[in-house]
């Protein structure tokens, strides 16, 4: 045989051996009869992450504004649960959403997924402060009253917070100055929270999960001809949170490239910009 050949050879039967010995650290038994709350479960990934929890057996509170849409869309897909599921529409942005949240989680808890978001506009920044005051009080001020209220009850059974943030809370991008704002604040919090909890030895994980642009319905209507991305699939990335909460991981990188496309932003931080708005599509008026 030809050195070639031997060399192929050899790699083929160590791939073949590591495929073998290599384990899933995931393990979905794990999530049987887990405590979650949901928010932004009524379409998206927060929808897609109800049905893997669902399938898991977990037993999942789901909310969002729209109680009739988790009620029927949701519900009607879930046919039938493996856990238990339970529906509760309300209000994230303002109003006493922290007494709601105190009184749906009485019974236990063991995963907190914030990942419900205002709605989104991809555009160039025309000054409108209410809508940024907004944002910042739907995507960030209701993830912190929220987690601070779950808190105790995730610290007594060695719980999880998971945070759902994006890209563009790393990385910042041109068309998304308010969501980019409240996505930077998301990880500047939570991860500054991690690190006081484990200097505190209190038993709860923080994930934040980072997310390139996913094929939701809102994503690809708000980013139509506006960007030269391809999105990835939302139940994918709706598994890939599930799982880096369930392993209790600090972040979460989906798709898994995106952390050396961060590593890269840090290192060539001359060329970046450039590079960067080739992939936006911007024709002035
Ligand atoms: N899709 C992407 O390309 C992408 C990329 C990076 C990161 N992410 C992140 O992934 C998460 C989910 O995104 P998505 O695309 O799945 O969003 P989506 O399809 O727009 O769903 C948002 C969810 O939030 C709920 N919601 C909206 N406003 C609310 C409010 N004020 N109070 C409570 N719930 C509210 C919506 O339901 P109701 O309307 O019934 O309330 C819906 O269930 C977000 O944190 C987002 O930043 C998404």
């Given at each position: 045989m030809k050195a070639i050949g031997k060399v192929l050879c050899a790699t083929g039967i160590v791939a073949g051996l590591l495929a073998f010995l290599?384990?899933?650290?995931?393990?979905?038994?794990?999530?049987?009869g887990a405590r979650v709350l949901l928010t932004?479960?009524?379409?998206?990934i927060g929808e897609q992450m109800a049905y893997h929890y669902a399938r898991f057996g977990a037993e999942i509170v789901l909310t969002a504004r729209r109680e009739a849409v988790l009620q029927k869309g949701v519900a009607g897909q879930l046919?039938?649960?493996a856990g238990t599921c339970e529906f509760f529409g309300y209000w994230?942005?303002?109003?006493?959403f922290v007494d709601c949240f105190v009184c749906l989680s009485a019974g236990g808890l063991d995963y907190l997924l914030l990942n419900h978001i205002g709605v989104t506009r991809f555009q160039?920044?025309?000054?409108d402060m209410e809508y940024i005051r907004w944002l910042m009080q739907v995507n960030f001020f209701s993830y912190v009253a929220l987690a601070t209220a779950a808190l105790p009850t995730l610290e007594k059974n060695k719980g999880s917070l998971v945070v759902v943030s994006s890209l563009a809370g790393k990385i910042p991008t041109p068309f998304t100055t308010s969501y980019s704002a409240t996505k930077f604040a998301l990880d500047g919090f939570f991860s500054s929270l991690r690190h006081e909890l484990i200097m505190q030895k209190r038993n709860v994980s923080v994930t934040l999960c980072i997310l390139g642009l996913i094929d939701t319905d809102a994503a690809l209507e708000n980013t139509r001809g506006k960007v030269h991305l391809t999105a990835s699939p939302a139940p994918e990335a709706a598994l890939a949170i599930i799982q880096g909460g369930a392993m209790q991981v600090q972040e979460v990188f989906y798709p898994w490239w995106l952390q050396y496309v961060c590593c890269l932003w840090v290192l060539f931080p001359s060329d970046r910009n450039q590079v960067l708005q080739s992939y936006f599509n911007y024709s002035s008026p």
């Open positions: 290599w384990k899933d650290p995931f393990n979905p038994e794990s999530l049987s932004g479960a009524s379409a998206g046919s039938p649960p994230l942005g303002n109003g006493p160039m920044w025309a000054g």
